[in-house]
Structure formats: C-alpha cells, structure tokens
C-alpha cells in the first residue's frame, strides 16, 4: 500500500508539471490581449478616441521604436519608462486589427541601425561614456510617408497616448489641414513704411503658414469652403450679419472653431487722419453667436486680477507695480487636463475678458484658463485714459465673485442664432457637438506678450511664454481628426504619499504657530528687558529684579526651543511610525495572510483526501 502511494505520488509531480505548463500555453493564446486594468486612472487603458482612430486604419502602418537597451542601464526612469511605451504600442497594436505593426530596434553604436535613426530625424544623446542614447519613434505609411518623434521625454508622459495617436493619424491623412484665418489684427507680413521692407508679420502667424495650408478671409465674406478643417477668428469686430450666419451654419454643420475675442484690444490699429484710416475697434465680440453656444462674455468689462499681475514700469527709473489686468498665468491657472494647456508653465495676457456658461446651456463649458481666487472686474472705460495708472486701477479695484474664466472649450448640441433663416441647405441645429475654444484676449498673440525676436529678416525667435503653444495646441488639436479633439492627458503614474505629507503639513503647522508665538514673546520680552535696563537718566542700570527678569527670559527661550525640537521629533515619529506599519503589513501581515490561505486549503484537500469513499 505504501509502495503505490509513492507511485503515484512520484507520477503526480511530473502531471501537476505539464498540466502547469499546458496551462500557461493555453492562456498565452486564449487569453492574448485579455487584461485588468486596476489603476486609479485606467492608465494602461486606450481611450475610446484612440480606440476609434485604430479601428478606422485602411492602410498598414508601422511605427519603429527606437530605444538604447545597453545603454539604459544607468537610467532606471527612462528604461521604466520605455517600458510603459511598449506596453501602450503593444496594446495599440493589438486594437487596430492587424493594420498597425510595431518594431522595436536597438541602434547600437556604428550600425546600421544608428545610421538610419540619425537619417529619420531621430534625436542623438550623447553619453558620458561615448556613443549615443536614442529613444524616439519614426512611423511610416504605405506611401512613403515619415514622421519622427525626435526623443520620448520621461516626463511628457501625461503626452504619450496623445501623442502616439496623432503621430498615427497624421500618417494616415495626406493633406495638410486647411485653416481659414480672419483677423482684425495686423498679424500677416505686409510691407512697413517706417523700414521701407517687407514685415513678416507677428510669430504666430508666421508658424501658422508653416504648419497648415492657410487661407484668409476677407472682412465681407459670407461663406466658408467646404473643405475647411477649422476657422480661425481673430479680433472678429464690426463682422456683418452674413458673415456671422456663415460662422454659424459652419459651426452646425461639424467645423470646429477657434475664437479669439477681446473687451479691449491693445493691438488694434491705431487711426491714421493723415493715411485717412480710421483705426479699429478696441472691443469685438461674435454678436448672438456666443449666446447661441451657450456663453456670456460682456465687452465692456476686462479682468482684474492682483493674484497673477505682472509688474511695470511707469517711469524712467521708477519703482515696479503691479499692473492688475496685465496677467501672468502660471500652471495652477491652466487647466491640466486638457492637451491644449496641460502642462505648460506660464501664458500672458493683458485686458482679457470673463467667458461664463449661460443657463440652460445645452453646451458643455470647460475652463482652460482662470484667474486667480483674488480677481475681480473693472470697466473698459476705465483704461487708456491718463488716469489709469498703476496705483489707481488698484486703488478702484474690489475682489468679488473669485476666478474668472478667460478660455474654454465648448462642446455639445446647440441651436441656430438666426432661426428666422431658412433657404437650402439652412441648419436649424448643429448636425453633431459643436467643438470650440474661445478666448477672451487677442493680446496674448502679439510677440511682445510671448516671444523675443532677433531683428533683420529671418531672425531667431526665443519665447518665453507659452502663448505661442497654446495657439499652435489649439489649432493642431481642433484641424485634426474629430476623436482626437475628445483626448486628454494622462495622469502620471507617480503617485505622492498623501498621508506623509498630511502628518508633514500638520506638524509644521504647528511648528509655525510655536515659533510664532515665541517669536512674538521674544519681542515682549526684549521691550520689557530695554525698560528695566535703563535708569531714571537713561543710564544702563540691572538690579537684582531685572537680572531674575532676564534669567527667566532666558530660560523661557530655552523652554520654547526644546518645545520646538519636540513637535519636529514628533512629525518625524508620527512618519517613522506609519513606515513602519506598511512595513509590517506589505512584509508580513500580507504574506502571512496568503500563507494562511494556501495552508487552509491544503488541509481542506489533506482530509477530502483522508476520507473514506462513500
């Protein structure tokens, strides 16, 4: 009896081998692509958008992953985070039914490999070492078509996805999109009677030319092509009720649109008695447009924010002050969820307006850039005059109501604001969501908001603003295929210790309170000591009261610094103890846990064993 229990027993180790070996080989093919994604926010998880752009791929992509393996060892974050690249190319992949192929290459140095990643355009990173680091991606289509992303920046991973599926879609479309530009600025290159030369006109619309196929419209259009991917308006003021219908029947009939209006225009054109040219109006607005789509914007009053002003000189060896509705935007008033303004750092303005949802909006209204909790509104007619100085337009300023909204992107269903239209072809109601980014300020376009030019033709153009990317963002995300306007970023997947810094903030608090009421009885204290050490004539005199009294401050300061170095020990206590409990329950309460469970079912098996058949 004995003997054949070791039998079987010596048989059923190799079995329960190859059953455990079959099984992992039927998963690999069963269960290809099957995944549980139990992050917080569904990080290795496409987005429908992503999903739509795969599914609707004609002809074979491949996107080729350029990527130093040997030379990653030293950088830990990259090679994590070329990994999670992979995963997501992998994931892609398997969505776009076959259509999408991915390569992933190692360019070692002086190979083949090296030779054509530097050809596509991809970024070369030298080593401390020698040779060079690469990690990029170069994607190509049937057609000879190559795009390069030139270097996968660690910390745009909030990027990665948005990027990737425009990298896909843009090889997949063979036109540049066509952006219909009006503008009531000055912003395209005309000839300057003050040089005697042609201007280039501002930055923006000088990278506008290079990036899109741009047509501009004139001040009495009444249509708009067919064939636009997206309408730019710059400064519409004084626009007729024509040209207003054929924004709106364009916006119904699925064209995106990019709005840039403004209470006071800083850059309009000035008058010109002598050249009989009567300058533009300073404020513009769309008319019932804006209504219509299911927001209030009031020209006649701009935001006024001390919380975000930049400051100015107003005279010639003056001090700085803050000018309250020149504004400065730093990350916290961008919206980082949005792909058009996350995870840039600063966007200037000056004089914008305040954009609201209006009630009973049918439209969703998402902010992407506020002001300040500190913000209020002050009237138009309050600037350009002498009177507007610094000083004054703060002394006039009152804080109400909190931020203001000075761009958002619309979207939703919305009706017609001339409904008493009618003709062929007239839409009473948008066909499908509108989709729009207005903005209350044209100022931010002007270079001197954003970007310092090096004089003489082609000079170099530095920014040092992120107003540039926030057009460009805007124009790139709207002109492009309609499911990537619906992406937004990712959140990183670092993930901060909300309980440590919780404890941290508490503790400090209270550490700032302790050294404030130290510090404030130190300054008692000292007054008090100055009285008793002087005489009746003003002499240094220290009795026996004042040397108690000062033996006493002494050793009350002595007191408060050990009160001091106890709430610092006790944050670090309060820490030391919460790591020592994850500690304890990742290391051993959690093991010991699953060791408990597996022996429970081993004993359960041990007596189904051990009883007898029935």
Do not use: C
Request: proline content about 6%.
């Amino acid at each position: 009896m004995a003997i054949a229990s070791l039998r079987r027993s010596a048989w059923a180790l190799p079995l329960l081998a190859l059953a455990f070996l079959a099984l992992v080989g039927l998963s690999s093919v069963l269960l290809r692509g099957a995944r549980i994604d139990l992050t917080a926010n569904q990080e290795h998880t496409l987005s429908p958008a992503t999903i739509a752009l795969l599914e609707g791929i004609e002809e074979p992509v491949t996107l080729r992953l350029y990527f130093s393996e040997r030379s990653a060892d030293d950088f830990p974050q990259v090679r994590a985070y070329a990994q999670r690249v992979r995963e997501l190319l992998q994931e892609m992949a398997a969505r776009s039914k076959g259509r999408l192929v991915v390569e992933v290459i190692d360019p070692e140095p002086y190979s083949e490999q090296e030779d054509l990643a530097v050809a596509q355009g991809l970024t070369a990173v030298p080593l401390p070492t020698g040779g060079n680091f690469f990690f990029g991606i170069v994607g190509s289509n049937s057609t000879d078509g190559e795009l390069p992303i030139p270097f996968l920046q660690a910390e745009r991973e909030a990027f990665l996805e948005y990027n990737l599926a425009k990298l896909v879609s843009a090889l997949t479309v063979e036109e540049r999109p066509v952006v219909a530009l009006f503008s009531g600025l000055p912003m395209a290159p005309e000839f300057d009677p003050a040089t005697g030369s042609p201007s280039p006109g501002w930055v923006v619309d000088q990278q506008l030319r290079e990036l899109f196929e741009l047509r501009r419209l004139q001040p009495d259009f009444t249509a708009i092509d067919a064939d636009v991917d997206l309408l730019m308006l710059v400064h519409p003021a004084g626009l007729s009720d024509d040209s207003l219908y054929a924004i709106d029947q364009f916006a119904l009939r699925g064209g995106r649109v990019l709005a840039f209006v403004d209470p006071d225009a800083e850059n309009a054109a000035p008058d010109d008695p002598l050249g009989g040219n009567v300058g533009g109006a300073r404020a513009s607005d769309l008319g019932p447009l804006l209504a219509a789509w299911g927001v209030d914007f009031d020209p006649t009053q701009v935001v006024a924010d001390p919380g975000s002003a930049l400051s100015v000189q107003t005279s010639e060896g003056g001090a700085n002050e803050p000018l309250i509705t020149l504004l400065g935007l730093d990350a916290e008033a961008l919206s980082s969820t949005d792909i058009v303004t996350a995870q840039m750092e600063l966007i200037n303005l000056s004089t914008a307006g305040v954009l609201r949802p209006r009630d009973a909006a049918t439209t969703r209204f998402e902010p992407l850039l506020s002001s300040s909790d500190q913000s209020g509104e002050l009237p138009t007619s309050m600037l350009g005059t002498v009177s507007a100085t610094p000083s004054n337009l703060l002394r006039e300023f009152r804080a109400n109501g909190g931020a203001r909204t000075i761009a958002a992107r619309v979207s939703g269903p919305a009706a017609t604001a001339f409904p008493q239209r009618g003709g062929d072809g007239h839409l009473a109601a948008s066909a499908s969501d509108l989709q729009l980014i207005l903005v209350a300020d044209t100022d931010l376009l002007a270079d001197p908001f954003w970007v310092n030019v090096a004089p003489g033709p082609g000079g170099f153009s530095e920014p040092f603003a992120n107003n540039g990317d926030l057009v460009y963002n805007a124009v790139e995300n709207l002109s492009g295929q309609a499911g990537l306007i619906g992406l937004r970023t990712r959140a990183v997947a670092s993930r901060p210790f909300h309980r440590v810094q919780a404890l941290r903030r508490s503790a400090e608090q209270q550490f700032l309170q302790t050294e404030r009421a130290l510090q404030q009885r130190l300054s008692e204290l000292e007054q008090q000591l100055g009285e008793l050490q002087r005489g009746e004539d003003g002499a240094p005199a220290l009795g026996a009261e004042q040397q108690a009294e000062l033996e006493r401050f002494q050793q009350e300061k002595i007191d408060v610094r050990l009160q001091l170095r106890e709430v610092q020990r006790q944050l670090n206590a309060d820490i030391d103890a919460l790591s020592m409990t994850l500690r304890v329950v990742n290391i051993v309460l959690v093991p010991a846990f699953v060791a408990f469970l597996f022996l429970i079912g081993g004993l359960w098996r041990l007596q189904r064993r051990r009883r007898p058949a029935a």
